[in-house]
């Protein structure tokens, strides 16, 4: 079998890491494997997610936003840090020149600008409640009301409660002391597969500084606790606005670095996310 030398760029969000691939001329040809291969720390490049720049057919779309899952090799919707790094690639590539532009992901359109200072601002679009969009299963459940949303509890995870949501993936968010002593690598692979999750879910520790500043820690979906994860801080702020503990703009600490969350607290208000995105290296690798 002929070897194939394929060209990427290392990137990476406030410590969330992705391989960027061009695939604006010639479409994404890869095999779930192959993109294992690259998202594979120790025999690939290594990231938690693998990015594809696809040309648009759109008309007022700049370009399409694809995005697999560095360990399974599987399309997954979103990803907002990798949404930043998907604006400083076309503009340092020479795609685009222009300084706002719109991407489609596989469930809906991304506005992204390029600030000044080199950081990127992402219109996330709205967070969706209704639980068939999440897909969250509370058939049976009792909720406890909480401001103007509820938490919700989950068999085997007592005596935790759930803020459950979607950012165009599925989110769960519960309140802790301290994001440093919370159970995140027992109590995230959990709720991570619990049945009241069909798709899966994405899990966040939030820990309330004030009404504007947060810590949190984030177990993603089929790839374990990430340094950073843009729509795990959009979908805690939401949900820390919705229970009352957070004011509509909020500076995010994630272990990988900060992010600025805003959102206007309305069912038709999109979340904007401003943070960093840095071009790490570029190479070639053989598949």
Known sequence: MATQQLAFTKMHGAGNDFVVLDATRAPLALSPQQLRHLGDRRFGVGADQILA??????PGVDFRYRIFNGA????????????????RYVHER???????????????????????DGRVTVDMGRPMFA???????????QAQPEGGFERWPLEGAEPWRWAVLSMGNPHAVTRVDDVDSAPVATLGPLVERHPRFPAGVNVGFLQVLS????????????AGETLACGTGACAAVVAGVRL????????????????RIRWGGGADDAVRMTGPAETVYQGEIAL
């Open 94 to 116: 020479g795609l685009t020149q222009a300084r706002r532009v719109k991407v489609a992901t596989v469930n809906r359109v991304l506005e992204l600008v390029l600030e000044d």
């Open 53 to 58: 720049v696809e040309a648009s057919s759109t």
């Open 72 to 87: 399974t090799g599987a399309e997954v919707e979103h990803c907002g840090n990798g949404a930043r790094c998907f604006m």
């Open 244 to 259: 009352g503990w957070l004011s509509g703009d909020v500076e995010v600490h994630t272990r990988g670095g900060r992010l």
């Open 211 to 222: 009404g504007a500043e947060v810590r949190l820690r984030v177990h993603e979906r089929d």
């Open 131 to 141: 639980h068939a969009e999440v897909p969250f299963d509370a058939l049976g459940l």
